[in-house]
């Protein structure tokens, strides 16, 4: 169970806490220095490290030809580097790992958003989140790699709290006029795309 102090000093701001502890607990480990190797689909049996400089010398290590997860949200390690020299201890320390790891995810939730049409219903969120908790698992999306492709941007609707309403990121300079409900049917904006229920062009 992650430390509700810990979600609030590190983790990606736009996700709520409960959705880090979620996301944390579909795919990530309590030991800040675990470490998951795969090749070719096969779990690879590693020792164990006892301190953080030796869980990079592990990471160096098995980075060539395999899969390496790492920390608390079991992040993919290498991402945007160039050489196994460039990682660093931050790849194993709490904090940063959790600031990563949910920062990735929240870009992965708006690419499968996106996909999904931005859809503003909050009962849609289990859905799309296991879509996306997917997408971290195999690091793929519709075809995409999910780790290298640009950020769509965008808010996600998350699921609400207590049963208050689903935020999603307020607008800055919103005023009250423009979040009224369209007043006929015929204003109102498109919000999901229904086009592919049932077969319908």
């Known amino acids: 169970m992650l430390e ?7 983790a990606e701001p736009s996700l709520k806490p409960a959705i880090v502890e979620q996301f944390v607990q579909a795919v990530g480990s309590e030991d800040p220095l675990a470490i ?16 953080p400089e030796e869980a990079i010398e592990i990471i160096r290590d098995n980075i060539g030809g395999s899969v390496v997860r790492v920390g608390l949200t079991q992040i993919p390690a290498g991402i945007g580097l160039k ?3 460039e990682l660093s201890v931050d790849l194993v320390e709490p904090c940063a790992n959790l600031r990563t790891g949910t920062g990735m995810f929240a ?17 849609v969120f289990p859905q799309l989140f296991d879509d996306a908790v ?14 290298q492709v640009e ?7 998350q699921e609400s709290e207590d049963g208050d309403e689903a935020e999603e990121a307020p607008e800055a300079d919103a005023t009250p006029q423009e979040k009224e409900e ?8 498109i919000r999901i ?8 062009k």
């Open 151 to 157: 950020d769509p941007g965008g808010a996600v609707v």
């Open 36 to 51: 998951t190797v795969r090749s070719g689909g096969r779990l690879i049996l590693i020792p164990k490290p006892k301190t």
């Open 83 to 85: 050489d196994a020299s």
């Open 134 to 147: 997917h997408a971290w698992q195999t690091g793929k999306f519709e075809g995409e790699s999910v780790f």
């Open 107 to 123: 870009k992965i939730l708006r690419i499968v958003a996106k996909w999904y049409g931005n859809p503003t219903n909050e009962e």
């Open 182 to 189: 369209p007043s006929t049917p015929d204003d109102a904006d």
């Open 4 to 10: 509700a102090a810990l979600i609030k000093e590190c």
């Open 193 to 200: 795309d229904l086009t592919r229920i049932g077969g319908q």
